[in-house]
C-alpha cells in the first residue's frame, strides 16, 4: 500500500522556522521525485518545492525561495521541507506527493500520482 504520511505542522509566529517531514512508503523511492504543495482556504493550490530522490536536483516557486529547503534522505524514504522566516500568508494546509521522475518536478497537483493527508502549518502575526 502507498502511503505518504506528512508531520511537523503547527502554529509558528511571524518569523519563526518549522520542519515538515513525508515519510514514503509502498514504491521504490529513488524512482520518484517528491513535491510539496499547500493549500489556504479559498486559494489554489500552490508547489512551494520538489526534489529528485535519483540525483537531488530540487526546485522552488520564487514565493518560497530562500526560505525554504528541501531535502532527502534516501535511507529513510523521507523528505523534508525546512521553513524559515515563515509569515502569515504561509499559513495553510501542506501536502506532499509523488511523481516518477521520468516525469520530472511538476508544479501541477495533477501530474503526480500519491499524495498524503496533509499537514497544517499557521503563522500567527
Known amino acids: 500500500e502507498v502511503q505518504l504520511v506528512e508531520s511537523g505542522g503547527g502554529l509558528v509566529q511571524d518569523g519563526g522556522s518549522l520542519r515538515l517531514s513525508c515519510a514514503a512508503s509502498?514504491?521504490?523511492?529513488?524512482?520518484?521525485?517528491i513535491g510539496w504543495f499547500r493549500q489556504a482556504p479559498g486559494k489554489e493550490r500552490e508547489g512551494v518545492s520538489c526534489?529528485?530522490?535519483?540525483?537531488?536536483?530540487?526546485y522552488y516557486p520564487d514565493s518560497v525561495k530562500g526560505r525554504f529547503t528541501i531535502s532527502s534522505d534516501n535511507a529513510k524514504n523521507t523528505v523534508y521541507l525546512q521553513m524559515n522566516s515563515l509569515k502569515p500568508e504561509d499559513t495553510a494546509n501542506y501536502y506532499c506527493?509523488?511523481?516518477?521522475?521520468?516525469?520530472?518536478?511538476?508544479?501541477?497537483?495533477?501530474?503526480?500520482?500519491?499524495w498524503g493527508q496533509g499537514t497544517q502549518v499557521t503563522v500567527s502575526s
Open positions: 506527493l509523488a511523481i516518477p521522475t521520468s516525469v520530472g518536478c511538476s508544479d501541477r497537483w495533477e501530474d503526480y500520482d500519491y
Open positions: 509502498g514504491f521504490t523511492f529513488d524512482d520518484y521525485a
Open positions: 526534489i529528485s530522490s535519483r540525483d537531488g536536483s530540487t
